[in-house]
Nanobody, 125 residues
Framework: QVQLEESGGGLVQAGGSLRLSCKAS????????VGWFRQAPGKERIFLAA????????VYEDPVKGRFTCSKDNAGNTVYLQMNSLKPEDTGVYYC??????????????????WGQGTQVIVSS
């Protein structure tokens, strides 16, 4: 079973940038998707963006479109989330998750189990 480990979170001022990493252990089929999610304090986990393991397709939710970028390290087993122009409302714990069905990441993530530890992002105003 593939395991994912998130890293790269931290404290940043509004307008700043962070790059999150999601490192996978094990083989992942190129058509699988890796999604990024955020859970703000006291709120449900929400879908933000996703990329196919091949790196060929991406999708972004409106709140992060134009500010966040997913990418894939094709030399290794890591997916990145580059976050620019960060806002205080971006604060939360960020998770990545791999799924065989790319579009299920956006629509069925409430049913997913066995999430990782996530990485904390705090954006100060």
């Amino acid at each position: 079973q593939v395991q994912l480990e998130e890293s790269g979170g931290g404290l940043v001022q509004a307008g700043g940038s962070l790059r999150l990493s999601c490192k996978a252990s094990g083989d992942i089929h190129p058509t699988y998707g890796v999604g990024w999610f955020r859970q703000a304090p006291g709120k449900e986990r929400i879908f933000l963006a996703a990329i196919t393991w091949s790196g060929g397709s991406t999708v972004y939710e409106d709140p992060v479109k134009g500010r966040f970028t997913c990418s894939k390290d094709n030399a290794g087993n890591t997916v990145y989330l580059q976050m620019n122009s960060l806002k205080p409302e971006d604060t939360g714990v960020y998770y990545c998750y791999v799924h065989p069905t790319f579009y299920a990441l956006a629509t069925r993530h409430h049913q997913f189990e066995n999430w990782g530890q996530g990485t904390q992002v705090i954006v100060s105003s």
